[in-house]
Every structure is written in C-alpha cells, then in structure tokens.
C-alpha cells in the first residue's frame, strides 16, 4: 500500500523562552495547521506518533488531547535527533501495513539555552550516557575536551576530513553561508541573517574548525504532517495535496560505526549511507532523480558527510561540492532551502518533521520565495548519535 502527505504545519523555530508557551501550546499550533492544510478534521485521525526528547512520558497525549479527546491510541517516540523523522515513519508503517488510513505525526520541542550536553535528551553524563561508546572512540583518538560535546564529536570529524581530503575551513563556511543565505526567505526559521564566508569563520571558535555560525542552535518549535492512505486521498479528494512518500528507510549503527575509531564514522555516515542505499531502492529513484533536499546539517561537517553519505559525490569531493554552487539555486540540487537546522533551528523532536514539510511545500510549489523551479522529487535526511538515520524520498 501506498502513503501520502496531505497537510503539513509548523511553528516558527525561536530561541528557547523567547516566548512564553508550554510544547502543547506549539503541538496545538503545528498540528491543527498541518489539519488545516489538508482540510481534515481531527476526528479522522486513527493513530498518533508524537516525538520529543526534553519532556516527560506522555506528554505525547498532553499535545494532541489539544487537538481533540477521541481515544486514539497515541504512541511517543524518542530517537534523539532523529525524532521527528522516526515518527514520520511509523505513521507511514501504519498506513502502508493497513493498521489505519489516517495517521497525525507530530514532533515538538521545548529546549533549554545553551549547548546540549553529550547525551541528547540525557542528563549529560557521559559515562551513563547512551552515547557513551561514541564518545569513547572520540577519547580515544583525539583525547575530550571542555568544548560542547556535540560540537566536539562534529568538529573531530571535521579535522579528520581536513587531514584525509584536504576539505578546507572556508568549505566548511561555505555549508553556513549557503544555509544561512537560504533562511533569509524563510518566515520560520529561527535565523534570517545573512552571513558571508569570512563572517562566518571570524565567529566565535565552539569546537575548531568549527565557529558559532556553523553550529544549530537549541529550539524551541513544533511540526507536524499528516500521512493517509491512497483510499484516503481518493475518498477525501486530496489529489492535489497529496505527496507521495515513495520510499523510506531507517537504520541504526553497525560495526562500521566503530571500527575505524574515526569520528567520520561514528557521528553517521555509514548509517545515511545505507539508508539512503535502501530509500533508493524502495523508491526506484536514485541521487540523480532529486531535485530538492533537506538534510541534517547539525553542524556545517554534517551537511559535507551526508553529501557523500547520499552518493551526490565521492569520499573526500565534498568541499569541492559545495564551493561550486552545486547545492543551492542554479546548481545541480538545492540542499536545505528551508536554512536548515543551522539557521531554520533545531528543536529535536520536530527537526524531520519540519523537513517533511518544507519538501512537501516544495513539491507543491507552495513555497513562495524559497520556491526551487520544478521541483517534482524530494529527499529529507535525519540523524540522531546513538544512533538513527532516516532517509525519506517523496515525489509529487
């Protein structure tokens, strides 16, 4: 069975406690947006996959019951900062398994400011951490400092793709200033300034190379789609709403995570890639079919990782990759034209909801200024240490 995006909605990323609302608040928000776009009322909802990571156990009821109290079964997921995209898949495996032709999923964040501590949604102690063993490959090759460990983990892989490949500090840039240029045209995004090359590398240092600007910031926000079958759709009358989810795929770390005690591994790339290998093939559509993509640039190394990870160009030609323009207007993709998580924000839960919507909008072209031109196939890109990465291929 097939799966289908028909409403999607979010609220804008801010800065943490720089409005005064609870994450039900935003859930309310996101979610009754995303119904409105698809013209759906809530009583249609079969199922709900609600994703978060800084707030208790069934807060995911606590948000929808503002949308309505119909006894749906409402199940909360937590991947780290893979959240929102982990929900996105169960609402599809529930659709695409029959279990239900209506399913909300629905990520939020309500975030503290300042850094993440090394376990995500944890407490910050590294040693009970479930990122522990990631963090040890990181010790042990490159020792720990008192820089965020976050940014430590992605600023280590960054190095070690400088020493290897001879990727440079102003490629590095270069991923914050494309993304940064990209927010500009974005009401939701947490940021919408504009940054040049050398802004961005006489920012402050986080974890060298990496300065503040290359660096998501904590966020708080909601998003929020709506995945119904292909009955759904033709019941409803949501053909020119519906965007196909034509292939999606998760995976988590294997051996090839750590056996290289290398930071490049450990921080994802062996997991897009084989996710991305398995979106393809479910999909029949390969890198070359994309027109537009949203991936998870945590950091400005990420965005370079995840370039190889999903096969736009070889191990180590990824600087080169960005520095020519081919991932923004005029090139060959358009990667994050939403700002993504450096400049859009990022509010774990909600992160690859969000993607989903901005695709969704694109494919659509319902995306105003941001628009890409023709833009008839998607690919959104989430990832979370400990580790999860979903690749998601929709095409309108």
């Given at each position: 069975m097939k799966?289908y995006i028909v409403?999607v ?9 720089s409005?005064d ?12 947006a995303?119904l409105?776009?698809?013209a ?5 909802v079969?199922q ?6 800084f707030?208790?156990?069934t807060a995911?009821?606590?948000a929808?019951?503002e949308?309505?109290?119909?006894g749906?079964?409402v ?9 929102g ?8 495996q529930?659709v695409t ?5 209506c399913v909300l ?5 309500k975030?503290?400011?300042?850094s993440?501590g090394?376990?995500?949604g944890?407490?910050g102690?590294?040693?009970t951490s479930p990122v522990?063993r990631?963090?040890?490959i990181m010790a042990?090759?490159h020792?720990?400092?008192?820089t ?7 600023g280590?892989a960054?190095?070690?793709h400088m020493e290897?490949?001879g ?5 590095l840039?270069?991923?914050?200033a ?5 927010s500009?045209a974005?009401?939701?995004?947490q940021?919408?300034?504009?940054y040049e090359?050398?802004?961005?590398l006489?920012a ?7 300065t ?5 910031p904590t966020s708080d926000?909601?998003a ?9 759709v ?8 519906a965007v196909?989810?034509a292939g ?11 056996a ?13 890639r084989?996710?991305?290998?398995q979106?393809y093939?479910?999909s ?7 027109d537009?993509?949203?991936l998870h640039?945590c950091?400005?190394?990420n965005?370079l ?5 999903l096969?736009?160009c070889a191990v ?10 081919a991932t923004?207007y ?7 034209p939403?700002g993504?998580?450096?400049s859009?924000g990022h509010?774990l839960?909600?992160t690859?909801?969000?993607?989903a919507?901005e ?5 659509r072209?319902e995306?105003?200024?941001r ?6 196939t998607?690919?959104?890109?989430n990832?979370?240490l400990g ?7 929709l095409?309108a």
């Amino acid at each position: 069975m097939k799966a289908y995006i028909v409403g999607v909605g979010m609220t804008r990323f801010e800065k943490p406690e720089s409005r005064d609302w609870h994450y039900w608040d935003m859930a309310r928000e996101a979610g009754a947006a995303a119904l409105d776009d698809a013209a759906v009322p809530y009583s249609l909802v079969q199922q709900a996959a609600v994703g978060y990571c800084f707030q208790p156990s069934t807060a995911g009821q606590r948000a929808v019951y503002e949308l309505g109290l119909t006894g749906i079964p409402v199940y909360n997921v937590n991947n780290n900062c893979a959240t929102g995209s982990t929900a996105l898949m169960m609402a599809r495996q529930f659709v695409t398994g029959g279990l239900a032709d209506c399913v909300l999923a629905l990520g939020f964040e309500k975030m503290k400011r300042g850094s993440l501590g090394g376990g995500g949604g944890g407490d910050g102690d590294l040693r009970t951490s479930p990122v522990a063993r990631h963090y040890g490959i990181m010790a042990a090759r490159h020792g720990f400092d008192m820089t965020p460990p976050t940014a430590q983990i992605f600023g280590n892989a960054a190095r070690e793709h400088m020493e290897r490949h001879g990727t440079t500090p102003r490629q590095l840039a270069a991923v914050a200033a494309k993304n940064h240029r990209h927010s500009a045209a974005n009401p939701y995004a947490q940021f919408r300034e504009v940054y040049e090359v050398d802004e961005i590398l006489a920012a402050k240092p986080v974890h060298q190379p990496l300065t503040r600007l290359q660096c998501s910031p904590t966020s708080d926000g909601a998003a929020a789609v709506l995945v119904v079958s292909e009955r759904f759709v033709v019941e409803h009358g949501l053909h020119h709403k519906a965007v196909e989810i034509a292939g999606q795929a998760m995976t988590t770390d294997t051996e090839d995570s750590f056996a290289s005690g290398s930071c490049v591994d450990v921080v994802g790339r062996p997991m897009s890639r084989a996710a991305a290998r398995q979106a393809y093939e479910a999909s029949g559509l390969g890198i070359e079919d994309i027109d537009v993509i949203e991936l998870h640039d945590c950091f400005s190394v990420n965005e370079l990782l995840t370039y190889e990870a999903l096969g736009m160009c070889a191990v180590g030609e990824s600087g080169k990759l960005v520095e020519s323009g081919a991932t923004t207007y005029g090139g060959r993709w358009v990667v994050n034209p939403s700002g993504g998580l450096i400049s859009k924000g990022h509010p774990l839960g909600a992160t690859g909801l969000a993607q989903a919507a901005e695709l969704t909008w694109q494919l659509r072209g319902e995306a105003g200024p941001r628009q890409v031109r023709g833009a008839r196939t998607g690919l959104a890109h989430n990832i979370g240490l400990g580790g999860a990465a979903v690749v998601t291929v929709l095409r309108a």
